[in-house]
């Protein structure tokens, strides 16, 4: 669909690109691995003990513990970290190689640090324990979210109808493009992953122009470092004063 649809039409070599956002896809998977013994304790012990929110509320029909269920994991599991990592310095150190990638596409989904992976599974597992997730529901969410995650980065342009209803839905490419513009106030909105009702809900959500979205993070522009893993690995540990928003016309 990227070579066929485009959004951008960048000039560059899409796998010279991938490689260093394919080692940060291979350290999230080995610390998810590492890690997912957890995620299973946690799922088998809220389930044994009837323990969490949806233990908590009156019984309901399947379809709703369901649907309920994956709407409080992406809230807790993704929203909330992805919003703290905005607002915490140390943590959107962590979180910028994510916003560095000077291209945006499908690779760039699992570009994540091994100390944001770190961070995000720790939410994850949270939510399980806030949310009382049996693990079928934890791998349905976690399947979900890794499905609109790679939709929402993809380099694709659907029409701009489509998109905008999709948004009201479920996070659209549209709407998490303009996450990944490299000014604020644009860099701070649209933190959802699979549902968008939580930046509607939050008073996060913001609206851009797709053809002027321009990626990247405007106090990290050297895209030559921002494709070496090296560079990418020590980007958390590099100290810079975060700018001010500034108005943008759109």
Do not use: C
């Amino acid at each position: 669909m990227e070579g066929a649809v485009p959004l951008f039409k960048n000039n560059y070599k899409k796998w010279q690109h991938a490689l260093p956002n394919l080692f940060f896809t291979l350290t999230t998977v080995v610390i998810n691995f590492l890690l997912a013994f957890l995620l299973l304790n946690t799922s088998d012990w809220v389930v044994a003990h009837d323990f969490g929110i949806l233990y908590w509320l009156p019984e309901m029909p399947f379809w709703m513990f369901v649907a309920l269920g994956v709407m409080l994991l992406d809230l807790i599991g993704a929203y909330a970290p992805h919003f703290v990592e905005h607002r915490i310095k140390i943590l959107w150190m962590v979180h910028l190689v994510h916003h560095s990638d000077p291209v945006v596409d499908t690779t760039t989904a699992n570009r994540h640090h091994p100390l944001e992976s770190i961070i995000r599974f720790t939410f994850t597992l949270l939510g399980i324990f806030i949310v009382g997730a049996p693990i079928g529901l934890v791998m349905l969410y976690q399947s979900l979210s890794l499905v609109l995650s790679q939709f929402n980065h993809a380099n694709i342009q659907l029409p701009k109808r489509m998109d905008r209803w999709l948004s009201y839905v479920i996070v659209s490419p549209d709407m998490h493009k303009t996450h990944h513009h490299y000014r604020l106030p644009y860099t701070d909105a649209n933190y959802g992953n699979i549902f968008s009702l939580w930046d509607r809900a939050f008073g996060t959500y913001m609206d851009f122009d797709r053809e002027k979205i321009v990626y990247g993070v405007d106090v990290f522009p050297d895209e030559s470092k921002n494709t070496q893993i090296k560079e990418l690995l020590k980007q958390p540990f590099q100290s810079y004063q975060r700018p001010t928003a500034e108005p943008e016309t759109h």
